[in-house]
């Protein structure tokens, strides 16, 4: 009996350790100081300076991050392997920056991107000028040993011959003593070591970027809270931040990464909900040209290509569900569309969030020719007014002006024709739909300016 009251008990205490979170908790605790691995062969991203301390811009990073989250942090610079090395002994708590692979996501968690790092073709100018990087089958090429570039180089293009190298300057010197015909490495590093060496008028790089790949920080696998802190810290630096310290490293403003023309980062939550949300459902109603419309059964217009460059940006797919306007709040409720465009509406705000306004055009009023002009809408009262059925912002309209008759049409074409054929007085339309449309009402007018507001059209998205 004792015997299996000892086995019970052992049993029971290994239990407790094994599921006990608080024991979890304190074997991830974060310490004073986190100690973050960095590459000793990257300028001017991570290297020694001239006194054997860290530089560079991601070291700058790293230092934003401290600032933001109160962290103590310090750098160790290893070679790209031994940095890899440094994070699994638990010599480093974090490496700053890797991309991520199947075989990391082993042992390692990795935060949100952070930078982006892609690859360029670098030749002598005295030679003949490659244009792109299918120029060089059948030649000799560098690339540095053991990287995921040297791997994507010899399954994309097995026709080059590939030759490793330890580093970029090895490469550099292997060109000018004709080895080899070329190399393909990051600008920002070869750039750098070019202009160390006082060789950059010799070299060019084509223009084309190959195999751009997102870098992350890694921690060890399982180690929630520290990388929750990394996550943390990454959201609260801006892109403007990000960009003042890039520019410090990087002159060339056409070699950077932060550039809010063509780059969004997301924080962690964002980049874990695009892994499983990649088709979202938009509710499209293309009769209100150039907004949106059919051309030859296709949807164009300004929100199908500001979708496409979203789409293009953050790799979401958009697929359209075309339905009426009076018909999208219900769609949305029902679960069969997820987002449309829409006016600030406070009613929707129950099932619904809006983002941020996208834009916004002031309203006018068309009438015939024959009409006076008018001060504002309160000129309109006891008269005719065309609206289209379902789109809420006239239902503001009835509130506002109780004493105005609205005649409901399907659509804008149809408000146009209510005007110019009698059935109706008036329209209140935004100054984009009008500039597109009145060249075919040669009768109508623009008689005023609405005189409320500019209402933003914004992107109302489902809150679940």
């Known amino acids: 009996m004792t015997m299996i009251k000892k086995i019970i008990l052992l049993s029971f205490m ?8 608080l024991a979890d908790a304190q074997e991830h605790k974060i310490k004073d100081t986190l100690v973050i691995a960095l590459r000793n062969d990257l300028p001017p991203l991570s290297f020694p300076n001239v006194e054997g301390q860290p530089a560079g811009l991601f070291v700058d990073m790293w230092k934003l991050w401290a600032e933001k989250t109160g962290q103590t942090i310090s750098f160790r610079l290893a070679t ?9 002994n638990g010599t480093a708590d974090i490496i700053g920056f890797f991309t991520s692979s199947d075989e990391r996501s082993q042992w390692m968690s990795f935060s949100q991107p952070v930078y982006e790092l892609g690859m360029c073709v670098f030749f002598p100018k005295n030679q003949e000028k490659i244009h792109n990087i299918r120029k060089l089958e059948g030649q000799k090429t560098g690339v540095t040993r053991g990287t995921a570039q040297e791997e994507a180089l010899r399954k994309n293009y097995p026709e080059i011959e590939i030759v490793p190298f330890t580093g970029i300057e090895d490469m ?18 070869t750039f750098w070591i070019l202009g160390k060496l006082g060789l950059a008028s010799e070299f060019e790089s084509t223009d084309e970027t190959l195999f751009p790949r997102k870098l992350h920080a890694g921690v060890m696998k399982n180690n929630t809270e520290l990388l929750a802190l990394v996550d943390k810290g990454f959201d609260a630096m801006s892109d403007k931040e990000m960009a003042e310290i890039e520019s410090r490293w990087i002159p060339d403003p056409t070699k950077h990464y932060y550039k809010t023309s063509d780059n969004i980062r997301l924080t962690a939550a964002e980049e874990t909900w695009l ?22 059964g296709v949807i164009k217009g300004v929100e199908p290509d500001y979708l496409h460059l979203l789409a293009k940006l953050t790799g979401i797919h958009f697929q359209y569900v075309v339905c009426s306007f009076a018909e999208m709040d219900s769609k949305v409720k029902s679960g069969e569309i997820d987002m ?27 009438t015939r020719h024959d009409a006076p002009f008018m001060s504002g809408i ?12 379902g789109v809420k912002v006239y239902d503001k309209l009835r509130s506002l002006y109780p004493d105005i008759e609205t005649v409901e049409v399907s659509n804008m074409e149809e408000m146009f024709k209510a005007v110019s054929e009698s059935k ?13 449309s009145m060249q075919n ?22 809150k679940d």
């Open 275 to 296: 892994k499983d949300h990649k088709n979202v459902r938009v509710g499209m109603s293309p009769v209100f040209p150039p907004l949106k419309f059919y051309e030859k």
């Open 14 to 21: 290994l239990m407790t350790a094994i599921t006990n979170p």
């Open 424 to 436: 109706a007085d008036a329209m209140i339309l935004q100054l984009l739909f009008a500039a597109y």
């Open 340 to 366: 449309f465009i829409s006016f600030h509406i406070p009613e929707r705000l129950t099932y619904m969030m809006f983002t941020e306004p996208l834009k916004d055009y002031r309203q006018i009023i068309i």
């Open 172 to 189: 550099i010197h292997a060109v000018r003593k004709e080895k080899i015909r070329a190399l393909v490495s990051n600008p920002a590093s």
């Open 441 to 462: 009402y040669p009768n109508l007018k623009i008689a005023g300016v609405a005189d409320t507001p500019p209402d933003p059209y914004l992107y109302a998205v489902r």
């Open 378 to 389: 309160s000129a309109l009262e006891g008269k005719k007014v065309a609206v289209v059925k």
């Open 80 to 88: 790209r392997k031994d940095t890899l090395e440094l994070l699994e």
